[in-house]
């Protein structure tokens, strides 16, 4: 079973900015969509940007601009470059599938980021 383990989280100023990686196991990975979703306190977990197999991205409204989603397929990761971070962006990031949630969610990665 593909297990994924999200990481590069952290604690930052308003303005900063993040990479966050999320490795895979498995080869099934590469003919996913990927999706990088988060979860705020007392909030549902939402799709904040997806990429498809051969790269076609998109973000939601909140991110556009913003954050960038890729993948490198060799190396079974999904990467998500967030830059001019605000608070609102404050959440438990994770990976996953799109549409479907197809694997079993990993530990996610917290960011935070302060004003």
């Known amino acids: 079973q593909v297990q994924l383990v999200e990481s590069g989280g952290g604690l930052v100023q308003a303005g900063g900015s993040l990479r966050l990686s999320c490795a895979a196991s498995?080869?099934?990975?590469?003919?996913?969509?990927m999706g990088w979703y988060r979860q705020a306190p007392g909030k549902q977990r939402a799709l904040v940007a997806r990429?498809?197999?051969?790269?076609?991205?998109n973000y939601a409204d909140s991110v556009k601009g913003r954050f960038t989603i890729s993948r490198d397929n060799a190396k079974n990761t999904v990467y998500l470059q967030m830059n001019s971070l605000k608070p609102e962006d404050t959440a438990v990031y994770y990976c996953?599938?799109?549409?479907?949630?197809?694997?079993?969610w990993g530990q996610g990665t917290q960011v935070t980021v302060s004003s």
């Open positions: 996953n599938g799109w549409p479907t949630v197809s694997f079993r």
């Open positions: 498995g080869s099934i990975f590469s003919r996913n969509t």
């Open positions: 990429i498809t197999s051969n790269g076609f991205t």
